[in-house]
């Protein structure tokens, strides 16, 4: 082909879009791959009750104080035991700073953590978490988590060996075992037997 031709087929593979110089893309990483807050926006939320504290009642509420509008999409409750608590969460769309949300009456447990979720800036998926404890008696959850860690590394049988607590075991008492009847079964002496099988069968 002359370059005439050459000239003529660029300009119609350009008109058409079919040739470009190629460019380098950025890839797409799922929320689900955004577990690192690279944002620092943890550390600048504030949460009532606090992180790691011993309140005399326990709260009526949670709140979170965002720096900046976010989306909550999840906030969760549980104990130590990992019993969680129905607080009716939904998702809103809507962006906010500042989310108040009302529990039930929480019973009596060593503690309780709250595990929370937003959208930041350019829909990236950031975690957080704090816990707190209430009652006369209640200590701080650190000092209960760092004593709980102290019992595990005690008992375990090495280095490379995890220990994973046991689910709660339900013991049920005062329940009668369930009883069976035992199979229909004739027994036949020695002499019967051979009788028995000598005589024919009777028609039905």
Known sequence: MKSDSFQILGIALLSLGLWHPATAQTPQVGLTLQTEDITGISIETETVPEDDSVLLEAPGQLQLMFPYDVRLVKLTLRNELRDWVDIDFRYDPTTQEKFL????ELTKATYYTADWAILATNDRLIRGSFSFSFGPEAEAPSAIKAAEALVLESISAGPNTRYVRPPPTNIILNQD???YDPPFTIKL????AGQALDLPAEPR
């Open 101 to 104: 949300w009302p529990i039930p």
């Open 177 to 179: 075992q369930p009883s």
């Open 189 to 192: 002496e020695d002499g019967q």
